[in-house]
């Protein structure tokens, strides 16, 4: 069984960058899976960000992070980092990674099931 952790999150002003962590120990489901980033904002619903395939390494993004988020992983693929570049207010949110299904779905968070606990990002005062 997979575990996710995340971390690195905090409070960063407007325009600020933050780079996130998401620590995967255990035994993944499937070598092809991806790991993807998540998002819920208070009285929001969650959504995808960006996705790491493990079995080629391809990165995933949506249009409203692509050039500002970058997402990467060590050798081992057992840390992954979410580097978020020119930050808003309106995406403080609590921050997730999550695995079990391969990228095509990473806009869906209904397709993965092994969550971390998630990391609070607060962006302004």
């Known amino acids: 069984q997979v575990q996710l952790v995340e971390s690195g999150g905090g409070l960063v002003q407007p325009g600020e960058s933050l780079r996130l962590a998401c620590t995967v120990s255990?035994?993944?489901?499937?070598?092809?899976?991806?790991i993807g980033w998540f998002r819920q904002a208070p009285g929001k619903k969650r959504e995808g960000l960006a996705c790491?395939?493990?079995?080629?390494?391809?990165?995933w993004y949506t249009d409203d992070v692509k050039g500002r988020f970058t997402i990467s992983s060590n050798s081992a693929k057992t840390v992954e980092w979410l580097q978020m570049n020119k930050l808003r207010p309106d995406e403080t949110a609590v921050y997730y990674c999550?695995?079990?299904?391969?990228?095509?779905?990473?806009?869906?968070?209904?397709?993965?099931?092994?969550w971390g606990p998630g990391t609070q990002v607060t962006v302004g005062s």
């Open positions: 999550a695995t079990d299904v391969v990228c095509t779905w990473f806009k869906d968070p209904s397709f993965f099931t092994s």
């Open positions: 255990g035994i993944m489901g499937d070598e092809t899976d991806g």
């Open positions: 790491f395939a493990n079995a080629d390494r391809s990165t």
